[in-house]
T-cell receptor
């Protein structure tokens, strides 16, 4: 498909386990974003990748969170030692370049039990 | 001032009504602005982009007021299908988008 693809769509994990969430952006888009949305809340910025520049990690809530973007394309968001407060929908978006429209994937719904 | 602020609503309007939402932003250097629509348990979808004074697409009009640092979204002739949460987005320092918490709209028969 031509849109942003995220996997898995749903993930249930036990507290303390590590999880990896994957995002495949729209081909040719140089900018990639990760956001988190808790139930009934707004979008919380996590991290931003733009081309080969150093990522903007200023939104990561703790050092348990990390993200990589390999080859300027696919990105993985890793959460180590998951906690119940990590339960949320994790949304990935990409845009052609900075300051242009961002398009979202369908999200990964993470539940930590 | 928070980076992007929106009135959370909810706005309850009858079909056919005109409704307007405002979004204020703090980064005066921002050059581009976006309105997204988010349906319950779905991802946000781009509704409109604003790069200059405003933009119009059918029943939807977005206007930018740089002096007062706000953008507005006007929906004319509301439809039941317009019921959703409307998110305003503004680049933070020219890079990643900052989103408001959204304004909830419910259009009733």
């Amino acid at each position: 498909g031509a849109g942003v693809s995220q996997s898995p769509s749903n993930k249930v994990t036990e507290k303390g386990k590590d999880v990896e969430l994957r995002c495949d952006p729209i081909s040719g888009h140089t900018a990639l974003y990760w956001y988190r949305q808790s139930l009934g809340q707004g979008l919380e910025f996590l991290i931003y990748f733009q081309g080969n520049s150093a990522p903007d990690k200023s939104g990561l809530p703790s050092d348990r969170f990390s993200a990589e973007r390999t080859g300027g394309s696919v990105s993985t968001l890793t959460i180590q030692r998951t906690q119940q407060e990590d339960s949320a929908v994790y949304l990935c978006a990409s845009s052609r370049t900075m300051n242009t429209e961002a398009f979202f994937g369908q999200g990964t719904r993470l539940t930590v039990v | 001032r928070k980076e992007v602020e929106q009135d959370p609503g909810p706005f309850n309007v009858p079909e056919g009504a005109t409704v307007a939402f405002n979004c204020t932003y703090s980064n005066s250097a921002s050059q581009s602005f976006f309105w997204y629509r988010q349906d319950c348990r779905k991802e946000p979808k781009l509704l409109m982009s604003v790069y200059s004074s405003g933009n119009e697409d059918g029943r939807f009009t977005a206007q930018l007021n740089r002096a007062s640092q706000y953008i507005s979204l006007l929906i004319r002739d509301s439809k039941l299908s317009d019921s959703a949460t409307y998110l305003c987005a503004v680049p933070r320092g020219g890079y990643a988008l900052n989103f408001g918490k959204g304004t909830s709209l419910l259009v009733t028969p």
